[in-house]
DNA sequence: CGAGCCCTTGATGCATTTCAACGAATGTGG
DNA sequence: CCACATTCGTTGAAATGCATCAAGGGCTCG
């Protein structure tokens, strides 16, 4: 237990996480304190796993550096990957008494490990927290439509090109270029298609230039209205 | 304003939504009274909106008889689909500020409608009803996740299935023939699929002895297992 | 009875999966 | 440090699934 809040990084991760302007609210540095005293950082290696499905849902993660994918797997192998998780996102808020996928990670990653019944405590004394939590749920739903949308939508190759342009937004953080920090099998099965549909669209892309690919992992988007102007198709 | 809380129909509906086990909390008594006071009931025909996407979420609503259908869709004129809704279900909770999707009558519909302030203030005095409205959220995200897995996972006709047995349990209430209350278009939107596809599907489960379509809406489940294995595939 | 709507069915072409081979990158042990 | 094994990505060819276009059938309502 206890956490070095002082620690910029994890400081940005907490704010980016509960809220860009929480520091405006006048409990925030109370909040935080409580938080440090109980909560910890863990660091763990690359593709091992935070928790499984079906695991009691004790505990809340917030990445402070690293990348995590959330996943569910069927008895006959096949698997669908929910979401891919960055520093200042957090995971295992809206769970019941288990989680209802497994969350692992894509790389060497350190987290903010949170229980439960301290987040709830943490409610009742700051109901201004309460409510980002409610509103990160709500957004949290919000993705998810979003991402139900486009599975439902849109054709295999715009699935890939809104993929970038999302990926481009989270991790490229003003850049355009980026490294993706998972595989092409994660990519396909996130996005509902087979490994070598997968690799075609980006093939696809690269071949009319709207993209470069400089690794098979860095990426760099080269004309970012064409690609917007193809994934809405 | 006012609600009959007497009416069977909408206690039990409440009931459904807020959690069946809720009777036996001790405040629960008031805050139905308190429900009954603030609350009100509608009834609208078919085919109408209750809200629209980006609408101001002022409002939660919960079906009491009819159902309906949670649609979005995009300036080309398509549209997906993203639940539909029945007797004690819910719809508005876990917004933004403003809706994220449309909600349509499929048949005439009453619905008791809820305003959020009323809901949040209800919160404040109950909070037990507060932890349910939580609850609630995580169970509608974790569907959203089901649905979502499916729709990365599955082939066409395995959707089909799967979305027959759904709504066997749903709206069958344990008998094996029920009545759609929706159309192939919708259903089709509703699982990423072209309209002569999902026909195709029914057609299918028809021949092979799994459904028997009585008429266009009212469906029979023949063969339970072998339908879910199907869809399981 | 006819018009209109929805559903079904058939035929065709395109999108995607699957199977298979190759190439590039990474890691291991000699 | 290199040869080899292994993993991962790309590409091609064939098969399949699905969408689209088009026609016909059944139900409903005037």
Redesign the interface.
């Known amino acids: 237990m206890a956490l070095d809040i002082n620690k910029v990084s994890i400081k940005t991760s907490l704010s980016s996480c509960f809220g860009s302007n929480i520091n405006e609210i006048e409990s925030s540095t109370d909040f935080f304190n409580e938080l440090a005293e109980k909560a910890e950082e863990n660091t763990v290696g690359a593709n091992e796993y935070l928790f499984r499905e079906s695991d009691k849902s004790d505990y809340v993660y917030v990445p402070v550096s690293g990348a995590i994918m959330l996943e569910?797997s069927?008895s006959?192998g096949?698997r669908?990957v929910?979401s891919f998780l960055f520093t200042g996102n957090i995971l295992g808020i809206?769970?019941?008494a288990f989680y209802?996928?497994s969350a692992k990670t894509l790389t060497e990653s350190t987290v903010v490990k949170i229980n439960k019944k301290i987040i709830i405590s943490i409610f009742d004394k700051y109901p201004v927290i309460a409510q980002r939590y409610?509103?990160m749920?709500?957004?949290?739903?919000?993705l998810?439509?979003d991402?139900?949308?486009i599975?439902?939508?849109k054709t295999a190759h715009q699935r890939i090109a809104h993929f970038l342009l999302d990926m481009e937004y989270r991790i490229g953080h003003g850049s355009n270029r980026f490294h993706l920090p998972m595989s092409r099998q994660d990519i396909a099965?996130y996005?509902?298609m087979s490994l070598e549909t997968g690799s075609r669209g980006f093939s696809k892309l690269k071949n009319e230039g709207l993209i470069q690919i400089d690794s098979n992992y860095q990426i760099t988007i080269l004309e970012r209205d064409k690609l917007k102007t193809y994934a809405e198709?």
């Open positions: 569910r069927t006959t096949s669908q929910f809206s769970e019941h209802s996928f409610q509103e749920t709500h957004h949290i739903l919000s998810i439509l991402q139900l949308f599975m439902g939508q099965d996005l509902g198709g």
